[in-house]
């Protein structure tokens, strides 16, 4: 046992490292030099101690954050949690330790992603997709499941600043009344708004109610990454603004041009879901979509396309000409294409052609606004709007000036008053706008967010958001319908919702969102208000007629015939797939979560074809730098297999410059690097610097080498090869009555991590950091492997989830020295934390390698948030080997319900937290030894079969081989 040093005040600790007006130390170098605090560390944190020295005591103060912002949580009753509405009837006072279920939404780009939050005693520990909502129907992404710890986040804003320093609402009330009394002078002349996209009915109005009163003011519109060029696009096609919908589940025949239809961001479930339908067991030439696609950087619909084209941006716009020429859409296409560009024009146009009305044409949002436009009368001539696409009024539906308007005038002294609300232009916005200059030249400025960020700093004024989960509000899904937003937790901080803040704008005193929101809605629920409302938010969605889908004509736009001329490479900017645009890179979870197809964490590369690797002479974390006239970043290289030729890839949301949290320091800012005009694509060069940054990656090879991890069959071997029995010294195992296991679709799997994402959540799986995950030793439960075969060049890409295998014939069990890894009757390979000594011996034993050694106490000294944990599932000490447990909390809440009713658990009762995100329904589980569950079924399929066969370990997760549409190069 560790002997305790002298004693300390720990609340005189905790008071001087938590309150900045009395902090006694003037760097963090001083504070973690200071003896007194060195042996108080050692005192209370042991594991903790050794991180101390060098860089890691910045990392170790960010860290202690979380634990002193959840002590203060310890005593948080249920609070404003009692407003919100159960999913599901529950006895007005619940027992203390039973979950409720809460229907409300978390916001994506303003889009509504509905969830259905669980919530123990006050605390929500789990969201998990609506499963009565159109558009979710129960699944997830990354994203959804991520937002409870951002909910938790210590470095989230928590008290309204001035010049940096803390301040009272009150006297923002002061300055607001003061600042409102000359809008209302001058009419609104010289105030300026700043949105992001807004799909909220309250906010909309409110804004509207605004400018109608002040109506010189001006919105100004900015999403990083958002659908601006896609709104030109149809401005151009249509003559008037629209948003297109795609119903891929209604698709025969999907030809993509530079759109990640299945990547991440708002539509990916919507898209995921129609897409899953397609696939599975629905065989080649017989109802199965064929996908085609051409794009600069791979992305995940590119990984399960029929045929894939690498092609640089300047090559989208010529594929887009030839296939709507060979179309009959346009004349004069004279471009001239390689012979690998002819052939897929050839295949993707036929395809379209051959499957009129079930077919779709898709361009990218980022890509130039006459090629999107292109599609628009592509898809027209096909007869496929009103059946695979169809036209809506925008659900953003507000009007807004151009951003660049805005810089413009703020530097020209046309600007008085700029208010941001729930955005972060200061960073996001490209270099070349000046934005964070020309705002200092404002006289006054306020920002409106949930942390104290980038443009928080260059504000006169900041005020702290509600998280979406302690706010009431209201917004639109991606497929059109309305949901109302209600409280699961009470406020954490002194912050307020967007509609309180607009209220305080606009001179309203009193009313609060619940209010502001009910107001909204009482035309629309009319007399039966209170039924409806109660409705609304018992079911998570408002029953509402939706307008029918706008009857549109395209033009066809003039687009480039011939090639651009190269002068250099095209840099292309895209989203990170965890952080996005920056908005989630304070989300540990999500930092480390590995990016799907390079398996990076906490970091961005620049992301270079072989090719340009060969010319460059480098290799993956070499530093380049590159440069689009004067603007200049520099960071660690990605070769990426598959990648085009003369393309490289910044991704947004890294290069922080906020101080003290956690994405401090961590990769390069692409905005420096983004132009005015085109913000997605600039020409540019490219060459090697000096230096060298290793990446943390939780996977290091990515060929499959020959071996078979990932089966294959096809239109002519529908079937896998037949099992052939091993061999074995194991004694025969026969569980009779529940025999729990899992399967997995390889065809279905996208490679989204939204089960890794939900695994994480539901089992308390910590973060380790960078370092950590750098030696290999990440705690992930669940991994996705990312494997590829052929030509680097042109290379075939795979995904597989491998969780714990849960093998009849465990070898872990045989050689774990102390019992601590067992087998249930019901199959389950279970591990006895509270016995296991550490030896690691059976994850040297495991062939799948799918179990982690705890090293560290994370749980003092991580920063996912007490208050976050699922109290079902034990917080692992250091120490003990962890893994997949299928979820068992799962299996044994549903066989409590079962022994009261006096029955056998129903299929489908038991859900793992895995299965119930994913968007495609890869993921099946239940009994095998009930014929009539869908694992039992796929057990039975030919396409079924065992990784690592030859090891005889007879697993209980097991995989559906992956349709090969296209095994020949002549079509299945």
């Given amino acids: 046992m560790t002997q305790r040093s002298a004693p300390f005040d720990l609340a005189a600790i905790r008071h001087r490292l938590t309150q900045g007006g009395s902090r006694q130390w003037s760097s963090v170098e001083e504070l973690t030099d200071d003896d007194e605090f060195r042996r108080w560390v050692e005192a209370e944190f042991p594991a903790a101690a050794t991180i101390l020295a060098g860089t890691g005591r910045r990392t170790f103060l960010k860290l202690m954050g979380a634990s002193l912002m959840m002590a203060s949580l310890a005593g948080c009753g249920e609070g404003r949690s009692d407003a919100a509405l159960p999913y599901v009837n529950q006895p007005e006072n619940a027992p203390p330790g039973i979950a409720r279920h809460f229907a409300t939404a978390v916001t994506f780009e303003g889009y509504a992603q509905p969830v259905l939050a669980t919530v123990y005693n006050g605390r929500p520990t789990k969201l998990d997709g609506n499963p009565e909502h159109p558009a979710a129907r129960g699944a997830s992404d990354a994203f959804m499941q991520a937002a409870l710890l951002q909910l938790y986040d210590p470095m989230r804003s928590k008290t309204p600043l001035q010049k940096g320093q803390p301040t009272t609402w009150a006297a923002i009330e002061s300055m607001v009344n003061t600042a409102r009394a000359q809008w209302t002078a001058q009419g609104g002349m010289g105030l300026r708004f700043v949105v992001g996209d807004i799909t909220s009915p309250t906010i909309i109005r409110q804004l509207r109610?605004?400018?109608?009163?002040?109506?010189?003011?001006?919105?100004?519109?900015?999403?990083?990454?958002?659908?601006?060029?896609?709104?030109?696009?149809?401005?151009?096609?249509?003559?008037?603004?629209?948003?297109?919908?795609?119903?891929?589940?209604?698709?025969?025949?999907?030809?993509?041009?530079?759109?990640?239809?299945?990547?991440?961001?708002?539509?990916?479930?919507?898209?995921?879901?129609?897409?899953?339908?397609r696939r599975g067991e629905v065989k080649p030439g017989e109802g199965r979509a064929r996908v085609h696609v051409a794009e600069c950087v791979p992305g995940l619909t590119g990984v399960v396309a029929t045929t894939r084209l690498a092609a640089d941006p300047p090559r989208i716009t010529l594929l887009a000409g030839a296939i709507a020429a060979r179309l009959g859409v346009m004349q004069g296409q004279s471009a001239t294409l390689s012979e690998a560009e002819q052939q897929w024009v050839t295949r993707a146009a036929e395809d379209l052609d051959a499957h009129r009305g079930r077919s779709l044409f898709s361009v990218g949002a980022h890509a130039p606004a006459p090629v999107q436009a292109l599609a628009c009368a592509v898809n027209e001539k096909l007869g496929n709007v009103g059946r695979t696409v169809r036209y809506r009024e925008p659900m953003a539906a507000l009007e807004g000036d151009s951003f660049a308007d805005l810089a413009r005038d703020m530097q020209a002294g046309a600007v008085t008053t700029v208010i941001v609300l729930d955005c972060?232009?200061?960073?996001?916005?490209?270099?070349?706008?000046?934005?964070?200059?020309?705002?200092?030249?404002?006289?006054?400025?306020?920002?409106?967010?949930?942390?104290?960020?980038?443009?928080?700093?260059?504000?006169?004024?900041?005020?702290?958001?509600?998280?979406?989960?302690?706010?009431?509000?209201?917004?639109?899904?991606?497929?059109?319908?309305?949901?109302?937003?209600q409280p699961v937790i009470g406020r954490l901080y002194q912050s307020r919702t967007v509609p309180e803040v607009l209220a305080m704008l606009s001179g309203a005193v009193g009313p609060d969102a619940q209010a502001l929101v009910r107001e909204t809605w009482a035309g629309t629920f009319g007399d039966d208000f209170d039924g409806r409302w109660r409705q609304a938010l018992h079911d998570g969605i408002v029953q509402e007629e939706q307008p029918a889908p706008l009857s549109l004509s395209a033009r066809v736009p003039d687009i480039a015939t011939e090639p651009a001329r190269?002068?250099?490479?095209?840099?292309?900017?895209?989203?990170?797939?965890?952080?996005?645009?920056?908005?989630?890179?304070?989300?540990?979870?999500?930092?480390?979560?590995?990016?799907?197809?390079?398996?990076?964490?906490?970091?961005?590369?620049?992301?270079?074809?072989?090719?340009?690797?060969?010319?460059?002479?480098?290799?993956?974390?070499?530093?380049?730098?590159?440069?689009?006239?004067?603007?200049?970043?520099?960071?660690?290289?990605w070769v990426m297999p598959g990648q085009a030729a003369n393309t490289a890839a910044v991704f947004l949301g890294y290069g922080r410059a906020v101080h003290g949290n956690l994405s401090h320091g961590l990769g390069y800012?692409?905005?420096?690097?983004?132009?005015?005009?085109?913000?997605?694509?600039?020409?540019?060069?490219?060459?090697?610097?000096?230096?060298?940054?290793?990446?943390?990656?939780?996977?290091?090879?990515?060929?499959?080498?020959?071996?078979?991890?990932?089966?294959?069959?096809?239109?002519?071997?529908?079937?896998?090869?037949?099992?052939?029995?091993?061999?074995?010294?194991?004694?025969?195992?026969?569980?009779?009555?529940?025999?729990w296991a899992m399967s997995i679709d390889l065809d279905r799997c996208i490679g989204c991590n939204a089960c890794i994402a939900a695994c994480n959540i539901e089992n308390n799986v910590l973060v380790v950091g960078r370092d950590q995950v750098a030696m290999g030793r990440e705690m992930l439960w669940l991994r996705v492997d990312r494997y590829y075969s052929g030509d680097i060049e042109d290379p075939r890409s795979y995904f597989q989830p491998v969780p714990c295998m849960h093998c009849e014939m465990a070898p872990c069990e045989m050689g774990c020295p102390v019992n601590a890894t067992t087998h249930s009757p019901e199959g389950l390979n279970q591990q006895i934390y509270n016995r296991c000594i550490g030896t690691r011996t059976c994850s040297s034993y495991c062939p799948y390698k799918v179990r982690r050694f705890n090293w560290f106490d994370y749980r003092k000294i991580d920063p996912a948030t007490d208050a976050a944990h699922n109290p079902d599932v034990t917080v692992r000490s250091r120490g003990v080997m962890e893994k997949c447990t299928y979820c068992v909390q799962r299996i044994e809440a549903a066989r409590a319900a079962a022994n009261k009713e006096n029955r056998d658990i129903r299929p489908g009762e038991v859900t793992t937290a895995c299965q119930q995100a994913c968007p495609t329904q890869a993921i099946s589980f239940g009994n095998m030894n009930n014929g009539d569950e869908e694992v039992s079924k796929r057990r039975r399929s030919g396409r079924h079969y065992v990784l690592l066969e030859e090891v005889g370990t007879r697993p209980r997760t097991t995989y559906l081989a992956r349709w090969n549409d296209d095994p020949s190069g002549e079509g299945a």
């Fill in 669 to 739: 800012a692409a905005s420096a690097l983004r132009g005015a005009d085109d913000p997605w694509h600039v020409e540019g060069t490219i060459r090697r610097v000096d230096g060298h940054r290793s990446f943390a990656t939780s996977q290091l090879h990515h060929r499959m080498e020959g071996f078979d991890f990932v089966k294959e069959v096809t239109a002519s071997r529908p079937t896998t090869p037949p099992p052939k029995p091993q061999p074995t010294l194991y004694p025969e195992k026969s569980p009779e009555g529940y025999a």
């Fill in 424 to 485: 972060n232009p200061a960073y996001a916005a490209p270099a070349e706008l000046g934005f964070a200059e020309a705002l200092g030249r404002v006289p006054t400025t306020l920002h409106a967010g949930l942390y104290a960020d980038e443009t928080a700093a260059a504000c006169g004024w900041h005020v702290p958001l509600s998280h979406v989960l302690e706010s009431w509000g209201d917004a639109r899904a991606v497929d059109g319908s309305a949901t109302i937003l």
């Fill in 209 to 277: 109610t605004l400018i109608s009163a002040l109506p010189e003011a001006r919105i100004h519109r900015f999403e990083p990454v958002g659908c601006a060029n896609r709104q030109t696009a149809m401005q151009l096609a249509f003559g008037r603004v629209a948003e297109p919908i795609y119903a891929l589940e209604q698709c025969d025949a999907i030809v993509s041009l530079d759109d990640d239809l299945l990547g991440p961001g708002p539509w990916q479930v919507w898209h995921a879901q129609g897409w899953a339908k």
């Fill in 566 to 637: 190269a002068e250099g490479i095209d840099i292309v900017f895209r989203p990170d797939p965890c952080v996005w645009d920056g908005r989630f890179s304070d989300v540990a979870w999500l930092q480390e979560l590995p990016k799907p197809l390079t398996k990076i964490t906490w970091d961005c590369p620049v992301a270079i074809s072989p090719q340009l690797a060969d010319t460059l002479k480098v290799g993956n974390g070499d530093l380049v730098e590159l440069a689009a006239g004067p603007r200049k970043i520099a960071g660690p290289v």
